[in-house]
């Protein structure tokens, strides 16, 4: 089919987001499949790049998105998609090194070794409000991309779990914690350490309010961030926690998470956004505690230039998650997974309104997706 030359996209201008009519096609790479959207997905990154000022003037926001198949690179294994076929992946929106794609647009460009195969079935849910469950939807196939690709890097590349499906024994003869439980990611991660069996016990923190969900899939425990003794209740009942995610990833949750682990043996501490073993004075640095950073957009397979800095391409994390997608991807459609529950918006200039009540924090255990019909 013959492509427009143009399309209708949210760019970044003069340090904002807006919505431009004239935007150019993204480049297609060798292994890349052009997408016609259907919906996307919000997530804090997209408005971290404004807020943060990091976002590259002229480029094009979001990262999660699903739709058709309309183009194929070279190099795409024709066995595997086709023109036509239903898919969701994401890419790295605000990008300094890849500017003109973005998913807040008509049309993506997606990496093939990411991409999942949506069902045939597929269609729009027309409600507002969509429940959590299998992946049925474009709008909850558009909850997933980067949120559960973004777990997947920190459990199976980060802290090395199996992709051992339903073990009788646990992987790991140790707990793991999860702060920001409710989270997209921490709902992921949840799962993929329960179906896995990665851990002797899951640690969630989040609201009470979302207990009976983290408990359902899979948490053994679910500890409640408003209580004001939140960290001493961890302790006392966990004093060894070797592996800690930090989901929410400000000041204040580094310094909790890092106050959870463990004073002696090794453990591992993985921030999600620009925490710093700098928030911790030295006199209190743990010196068996390593901190790793979350970077999820290295899976893509090359270099990456995000605010400034300039970071090596990993190949074995982009071997990992592309691993993970066809691990995965039919447990999502066949319900051994569960995607989140979704909000609904519509147009581009729902995706302007998402990525405000994302920073405005209206999002609470649920994913903002827009439909682009």
């Known amino acids: 089919m013959s492509l427009p030359s143009s399309m209708k996209a949210v760019v970044i201008e003069n340090g904002k987001a807006v919505i431009k009519s004239d935007v150019p096609l993204p480049h297609l790479p060798e292994g890349y499949l052009m997408v016609k959207s259907e919906a996307v997905g919000g997530n804090p990154t997209d408005w971290k790049h404004i807020a943060f000022k990091i976002a590259p003037e002229g480029s094009l926001e979001g990262c999660d998105v699903a739709g058709h198949v309309v183009a194929m690179g070279s190099a795409v294994d024709p066995s595997e998609f086709h023109i036509g076929d239903p898919v969701f992946g ?19 460009a997606l990496d093939a070794n990411l991409t999942f195969a949506a069902p045939k079935t597929i269609g729009f849910s027309g409600s507002a409000i969509i429940p959590a469950g299998p992946v049925s939807t474009w709008e909850s196939a558009a909850s997933i991309p980067l949120a559960w690709s973004t777990a997947a890097t920190a459990v199976f590349h980060n802290l090395g779990m199996k992709f051992d499906w339903m073990p009788e024994k646990p992987q790991r003869d140790f707990p793991i914690l999860i702060w920001g439980g409710s989270s997209i990611v921490g709902q992921a991660a949840i799962q993929f350490a329960k179906k896995y069996h990665g851990y002797s016990k899951i640690i969630a923190v989040a609201s009470s309010k979302h207990e009976s969900l983290l408990k359902s899939y899979g948490a053994d425990d679910v500890f409640d961030y408003h209580d004001s003794d939140v960290i001493d209740q961890i302790k006392a009942k966990y004093p060894v926690i070797p592996h800690l995610l930090d989901l929410i990833s400000t000041e204040q949750t580094f310094k909790q998470v890092y106050e959870c682990a463990p004073e002696t043996g090794d453990a591992v501490l993985i921030n999600f956004f620009r925490g710093s073993i700098e928030y911790i004075p030295e006199g209190e640095r743990k010196q068996n505690v390593k901190v790793l950073d979350n970077a999820v957009f290295l899976s893509l397979g090359h270099d990456l230039t995000i605010g400034g800095y300039h970071i090596k391409a990993d190949l074995k994390q982009a071997a990992t998650i592309h691993k993970f997608a066809r691990e995965i991807n039919p447990k999502l459609i066949n319900g051994d997974f569960c995607a989140p529950e979704v909000k609904v918006y519509r147009g581009l200039e729902g995706t302007i309104q998402i990525m405000d009540d994302l920073e405005a924090g209206k999002a609470s255990g649920n994913k903002l997706c827009a439909v682009m019909k």
């Open 90 to 108: 994401f890419v790295q929106g605000c990008s300094a090194d890849t500017p003109d794609n973005g998913a807040f647009a008509e049309y993506v």
